[in-house]
């Protein structure tokens, strides 16, 4: 009877080990974006990202963006539905000097309103998800500006 425990034991924790070990897998619809090491075959880990910047990853073709850690200096557009997955330590930094923003949504806003500045900018009808990143928008100080967004959601998105 000890021999049959002792078995059903051992097979259990060879089971375990080897579902431990095997590597998390994305998608082949993942993009990889780091923005520390250059982009290299196979393009499917932060180690080999296809990607330098999240905006460059949002404009490809891929629905489910992995972003690596580290500080990301720039604006995301989003017009489509997506998921931007951030590992800890993923921050969004608007730049120093923010471009207005130009996503239909945007524009749509008609003076004398000026125009968008968001760090995040979603208009489309779909659903996008964001998670793990940090989004950093501050902008200069002592500016007086109506219409500056951290995420700007509009268009029928959710988020």
């Known amino acids: 009877m000890r021999y049959k425990r002792w078995k059903a034991f051992v097979a259990c924790a060879a089971i ?10 994305a998608s082949a619809n993942t993009a990889w974006v780091s923005n520390t090491t250059p982009a290299k075959a196979p393009f499917n880990s932060c180690t080999n990202p296809g990607f330098s910047s999240i905006q ?5 073709p891929n629905t489910s963006i992995h972003a690596c850690k580290g500080t990301y200096e720039e604006q995301l557009t989003i017009e489509r539905a997506l998921s931007i997955v951030g590992e800890v330590g993923t921050t969004v930094k608007l730049p120093a000097s923010p ?8 524009t749509a806003i008609q003076p004398p309103y000026q125009p ?14 964001i998670t793990g990143l940090t989004i950093e928008a501050l902008w200069p100080a002592n500016t007086c500006y109506e219409s500056m967004y951290g995420v700007f959601v509009a268009g ?3 988020l």
């Open 16 to 25: 375990a080990v080897a579902i431990a070990a095997v590597p998390a897998v």
């Open 56 to 60: 460059a990853a949002i404009s490809s």
């Open 99 to 106: 471009a207005n923003s130009t996503t239909p949504c945007d």
């Open 116 to 129: 968008n500045q968001d760090a995040v900018s979603i208009c489309t009808s779909g659903a996008v998800s």
């Open 156 to 158: 029928g998105a959710t």
